[in-house]
């Protein structure tokens, strides 16, 4: 099993521009996250999938939309890019039961410039 | 919001010196999980407490989780330079699908 996996690893935007950042897991997890990440201020939820076909803001869901295509994969998409979206983006994934551990991808690198 | 606050930002201890690192929330937690990141790399998971006053342990980390359920610590014995990297707590309320994470204690560890 791969986990999750993300593309890709790096980007460089200039304002203005859009992208789509990918996400998929092989591990039949129901529900999954998008995460961005900034210096000094932890992770914090941008949007999440409890299910398939179900989408719900985060604490930070201003400038992005996303897409949960199929059980499989959940795209975060960035329209009009802006320099505050310069981050490191996780996407994320847990079980239907247990401890509801959450599994990280690798994350995005994305500059904006 | 529900908001979880996490001290100290960062610390620098020598090999083999102790290292606690606090977790409150704002809100009472139906539980709390802990994640480490290495420099460059990603959140995994550590551990998760559900029970008010419970204490879990693995090997040189004691995780516990205090009797209101809004507070946490995570306390490494004898560290290691292996330990290095960023601890997140990470609080859900019951109801709630979600998580709350705390800003991370960045551990850096000197040989």
């Known amino acids: 099993n791969a986990g999750v996996t993300q593309t890709p690893k790096f980007q460089v935007l200039k304002t203005g521009q859009s992208m789509t950042l990918q996400c998929a897991q092989d591990?039949?997890?129901?529900?999954m996250y998008w995460y961005r990440q900034d210096p000094g201020m932890g992770l914090r939820l941008i949007y999440y999938?409890?299910?398939?076909?179900?989408?719900d803001k985060g604490e930070v869901p201003n400038g992005y939309n996303v897409s949960r295509l199929n059980k499989r994969e959940f795209s975060l998409r960035l329209e009009s890019a802006a320099p505050s979206q310069t981050s490191v983006y996780f996407c994320a994934s847990n079980p239907p039961q247990g401890t509801y551990e959450q599994y990280f991808g690798p994350g995005t690198r994305l500059t904006v410039t | 919001g529900q908001q979880v606050m996490q001290i100290p930002q960062y610390q620098h201890v020598q090999e083999g010196e102790d290292f606690t690192t606090y977790c409150n929330s704002s809100?009472?937690?139906?539980?709390i999980q802990w994640y480490k990141q290495r420099p460059g790399g990603h959140p995994v998971f550590l551990i998760q407490?559900?029970?008010?006053?419970e204490v879990k342990k693995q090997k040189r980390l004691t995780f516990q989780f205090g009797e209101a359920k809004k507070n946490s610590s995570l306390h490494i014995t004898a560290t290691q330079t292996t330990d290095v990297g960023t601890y997140f707590c990470a609080g859900r309320v019951s109801g709630y699908s979600t998580l709350t994470f705390g800003k991370g204690t960045m551990l850096l560890v000197s040989p």
């Open positions: 591990m039949n997890h129901n529900s």
């Open positions: 809100t009472t937690l139906s539980n």
């Open positions: 407490l559900v029970k008010s006053g």
């Open positions: 999938s409890a299910s398939e076909g179900t989408t």
